[in-house]
């Protein structure tokens, strides 16, 4: 049995909710989710009818809703202490309401489920709603015997990668390690998962899955729902025997490897291989990849481009959207120069709710605690609808000049993006029919592009990301 984010299934959603609610948006939607990082419910709910919605974007993947220990780093939220809804994101009602208000505008939920583990901490402890704990002990849901005691590291805490036993049994950083296989936790997770469905989420992205064994992880999604959506955060590690492969039956995975492939592309200043060709051998079936530029863990480490490179961030974003290949995830968070602080917080010690609305949005200099707002920057989001325009048409080889770069989605659209730090001009033989073509990325049909004779000629400033496509002629 496989549970992707087919693109069908989310539009069969969409249909079904625009259906059912008077809503005047009768934009179609796409596959492409946003991570909106540490960003409360209420705001989440605000955020899908004002900038999601209208934009086409087909859902969005939350932070984790459950109840976790107390403190002001986002971390916090990857330590459970019970599967009460009720967290510095917002309560339960506000939850359900969020995948409510998203819903009526066709936008689904994905919530993060942490079901590896429970909380990290070694000292007893009271959790946010009033949760009582013990590193191995939470009153009502596990007792000691419900967790792994791998017995391999001296301390518990997984050492070596390269060992499956230690990755799926020892704790990762002293978060205590819930017994997977054993009928009673899978029972309590499935509850949880439930839970959260029947106030009306799509599905979960399923947090460090490496560190569940894949039958395990099979097990639990075989108790819900036939099309609950699954997206199994996998690490690809080199050397390591735990492999994203081992994940695909129960639905789709994060390909790590994309992002790395995509990155390095923008490390030099100059594209070595931006078709990634050689690469794609190496990455999941385009019908089960999760693709993503950054996330919220790799902004903190591997990540070789993120919000701070500006006009390059949103390139790379755009070539990720214009790919023929997987189901992208644009990653919207915070600025942050401290990688332990959490989003700014309120008197009451809940996340406060700023959402995107406002104002003019792109690549600037952000403040701490900013809110980056990637998913409403002007050369980002009008990508959302030429992924709808473009839709299954395969991309063409590329043509590549200098530090630039454009390619074709067959007969159907085009993107270019400059990185070199002069002007340039790409002409891109296209089956594009013969019209003058809003570039999308500049707002108000301000610049256009000719298609004349089978060729595109785009004439791209240093930094500039430039996309046309068939649904946005120019008048
Ligand atoms: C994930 N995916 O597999 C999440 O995406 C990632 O953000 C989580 O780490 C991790 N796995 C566990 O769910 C984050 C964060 C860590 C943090 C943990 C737990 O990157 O820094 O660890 O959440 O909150 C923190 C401390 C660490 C301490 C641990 C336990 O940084 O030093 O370990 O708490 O107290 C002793
Ligand atoms: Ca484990």
Redesign the pocket.
Known sequence: MKRTVAAGAILALAALSLAACSSTDETTRSDVGVQLFQMPWTAIADECESTLGPAGYGWVLTSPPQESITGD?W?????PVSYQLDSRLGTRDEFADMVKRCDAVGVGIIADA?I??M???SAPGTGFAGSAYEHDSYPGLYEPADFHDCGLTGDNDIRNYRDRAQVQTCE????ADLDTSAPHVRATIVAYLNDLLSLGVDGFRI?????IAATDVEAIVAELPANTTIMS?V?RGSGEPVLPEEYLGAGSVFEFTYARDLGIQFVSGSFTEPDLSNERPQHVPSDQAIVFVDN??TE?GEAQITYRDGDAYAMANVLMLADDYGTPVVYSGYAFSDR?AGAKTTASGTIEPVGCAEGAHGPQDFADGDRTCIHVWDAIAPMVAFRIAVGEAPRLPGVMVDDAYAFEREGRGAVAVNQGESEATLTLPTTMPDATYCDVLVPECAVTVTVDNGTATFTLAAGQSSAIHVEAVAR
């Open positions: 780093e971390w916090v939220s990857y330590q942490v590896n583990h909380s990290g901490q990762l950083v002293n978060l947090d460090a899955a490496k560190h955060e690490i919220h863990d903190r332990d």
